[in-house]
């Protein structure tokens, strides 16, 4: 009886918790909806209003056991990303894409690796870390805003392929400075070659689910079963990955972008695109619930810096490099400002190297990333939305149905 009571329990206290998260996100919208600001950021100031550290309604242990929510949710994410990675659409931008990529993720790591080595005299293996990771950029976010206003054109394809890759840079860097440390001032060849052969392994994954699901998804498929297959296989990866701790980013996406170019059915990821909204809202609500608001200023001055000078490292990387592709005014001057926001990935990394710093110094790095990519995601879809109104990207008449311009009538 005990155990049964027990588990009763258990289930209890999740299933009430998933329904508390998913109404609180639904609540706080309304709000952020009233203040112009995207839905992604009524999510996150729903985490931490509910979360263990403010109202508790969520038990912390709860909290910590849902590490898998970002797996999945990033799995999804990146499956649509990959729709927009058409041959059609690459041969345009491609190599142009590649550069605006390298340059805004790899100035904005080397400039936090700098000034935090430098400026505030920390270990470089701290420094290397923190700045591998400034490279990430959050493509949740900016997906999630993209949809709710359905933004199209040129600015959106670019800043998908660049988000994209952006996640791509970061893992190799990151792999790279973790077999640094590890290794000390012997490098080991095969210590940075493993991070690299697993993705590439997780690569082949997603390119034979996408070859496989094209031949399984025939158009006598009910809407049903292709729902099944697809999330099926998303699910696959996601776990797949999980089980060699990377990311299911690559992989998905890979997934994503081999099964638009196979069969051109667009209509696969309009039904995902509406399976996906209460994954995502308890993606980014369980991130907020993720902040301690006390570690806000135990990471101090270090923790602001890095905040700023990330921005600043996006923002002109991704001019640079704009300028240097001859991409147009309405590209070069607002991609910088879609590029903000940072979660899911560089909190995984962040846990990860936390395993290989001292305990102290660990705590700070998970510190910074977590406190900084709430603040992040608050911002991040605000500038994001701002970005593609200034670009052209969403229309007049969207902002009007979203109840955010008033007509002259």
Same mark, same amino acid.
């Given at each position: 009886?005990?155990?049964?009571?027990?588990?009763?329990?258990?289930?209890?206290?999740?299933?009430?918790?998933?329904?508390?998260?998913?109404?609180?996100?639904?609540?706080?919208?309304?709000?952020?909806?009233?203040?112009?600001?995207?839905?992604?950021?009524?999510?996150?100031?729903?985490?931490?209003?509910?979360?263990?550290?403010?109202?508790?309604?969520?038990?912390?242990?709860?909290?910590?056991?849902?590490?898998?929510?970002?797996?999945?949710?990033?799995?999804?994410?990146?499956?649509?990303?990959?729709?927009?990675?058409?041959?059609?659409?690459?041969?345009?931008?491609?190599?142009?894409?590649?550069?605006?990529?390298?340059?805004?993720?790899?100035?904005?790591?080397?400039?936090?690796?700098?000034?935090?080595?430098?400026?505030?005299?920390?270990?470089?293996?701290?420094?290397?870390?923190?700045?591998?990771?400034? $490279?990430?950029?959050?493509?949740?976010?900016?997906?999630?805003?993209?949809?709710?206003?359905?933004?199209?054109?040129?600015?959106?394809?670019?800043?998908?392929?660049?988000?994209?890759?952006?996640?791509?840079? =970061?893992?190799?860097?990151?792999?790279?400075?973790?077999?640094?440390?590890? $290794?000390?001032?012997?490098?080991?060849?095969?210590?940075?070659?493993?991070?690299?052969?697993?993705?590439?392994?997780?690569?082949?994954?997603?390119?034979?689910?996408?070859?496989?699901?094209?031949?399984?998804?025939?158009?006598?498929?009910?809407?049903?079963?292709?729902?099944?297959?697809?999330?099926?296989?998303?699910?696959?990866?996601?776990?797949? =990955?999980?089980?060699?701790?990377?990311?299911?980013?690559?992989?998905?996406?890979?997934?994503?972008?081999?099964?638009?170019?196979? $069969?051109?059915?667009?209509?696969?990821?309009?039904?995902?695109?509406?399976?996906?909204?209460?994954?995502?809202?308890?993606?980014?609500?369980?991130?907020?619930?993720?902040?301690?608001?006390?570690?806000?200023?135990?990471?101090?001055?270090?923790?602001?810096?890095?905040?700023?000078?990330?921005?600043?490292?996006?923002?002109?990387?991704?001019?640079?490099? =704009?300028?240097?592709?001859?991409?147009?005014?309405?590209?070069?001057?607002?991609?910088?400002?879609?590029?903000?926001?940072?979660?899911?990935?560089?909190?995984?990394?962040?846990?990860?190297?936390?395993?290989?710093?001292?305990?102290? $110094?660990?705590?700070?790095?998970?510190?910074?990333?977590?406190?900084?990519?709430?603040?992040?995601?608050?911002?991040?879809?605000? =500038?994001?939305?701002?970005?593609?109104?200034?670009?052209?990207?969403?229309?007049?008449?969207?902002?009007?149905?979203?109840?955010?311009?008033?007509?002259?009538?």
């Amino acid at each position: 009886m005990g155990n049964g009571l027990n588990q009763f329990n258990y289930t209890a206290i999740i299933l009430s918790s998933l329904s508390i998260i998913l109404l609180a996100g639904f609540l706080l919208t309304r709000i952020t909806k009233v203040a112009k600001l995207p839905n992604v950021t009524g999510y996150i100031l729903a985490g931490v209003l509910i979360g263990p550290y403010i109202l508790k309604l969520i038990p912390y242990e709860l909290v910590e056991n849902m590490g898998f929510i970002s797996d999945i949710a990033l799995a999804f994410i990146a499956f649509s990303v990959g729709r927009f990675f058409k041959k059609e659409i690459f041969y345009e931008t491609g190599l142009g894409v590649i550069a605006i990529t390298l340059l805004e993720s790899l100035l904005a790591g080397a400039l936090i690796t700098v000034f935090m080595h430098y400026v505030f005299h920390l270990n470089w293996d701290f420094s290397l870390l923190l700045g591998a990771i400034a $490279t990430a950029t959050a493509p949740a976010s900016t997906i999630v805003t993209i949809r709710q206003y359905h933004a199209r054109g040129d600015f959106v394809n670019i800043l998908l392929q660049v988000v994209a890759f952006d996640d791509a840079v =970061c893992l190799i860097v990151f792999s790279i400075a973790i077999a640094i440390i590890n $290794t000390g001032a012997n490098v080991s060849v095969s210590a940075i070659a493993q991070p690299i052969i697993q993705n590439i392994g997780a690569l082949a994954i997603g390119f034979l689910s996408g070859f496989t699901l094209s031949k399984l998804v025939t158009p006598t498929r009910s809407e049903d079963n292709r729902l099944i297959l697809t999330v099926s296989f998303l699910l696959g990866i996601a776990g797949l =990955c999980a089980a060699v701790d990377i990311s299911p980013l690559l992989s998905s996406m890979l997934f994503g972008a081999v099964y638009i170019n196979m $069969t051109k059915d667009k209509g696969l990821y309009k039904q995902i695109d509406r399976f996906t909204p209460p994954i995502l809202s308890i993606f980014f609500v369980v991130s907020g619930m993720n902040l301690d608001l006390a570690s806000l200023g135990a990471s101090g001055l270090i923790g602001a810096s890095y905040f700023f000078i990330r921005i600043v490292g996006k923002y002109l990387g991704a001019y640079i490099g =704009c300028v240097m592709t001859k991409s147009p005014k309405s590209i070069s001057r607002f991609l910088g400002l879609a590029l903000i926001p940072q979660a899911g990935v560089s909190i995984g990394l962040a846990f990860l190297g936390k395993r290989v710093l001292p305990p102290n $110094t660990g705590n700070m790095l998970l510190t910074i990333i977590l406190s900084s990519s709430v603040l992040y995601e608050l911002i991040g879809p605000a =500038c994001a939305k701002l970005a593609l109104i200034y670009s052209g990207s969403i229309k007049r008449e969207r902002l009007i149905a979203a109840g955010e311009k008033k007509t002259n009538n």
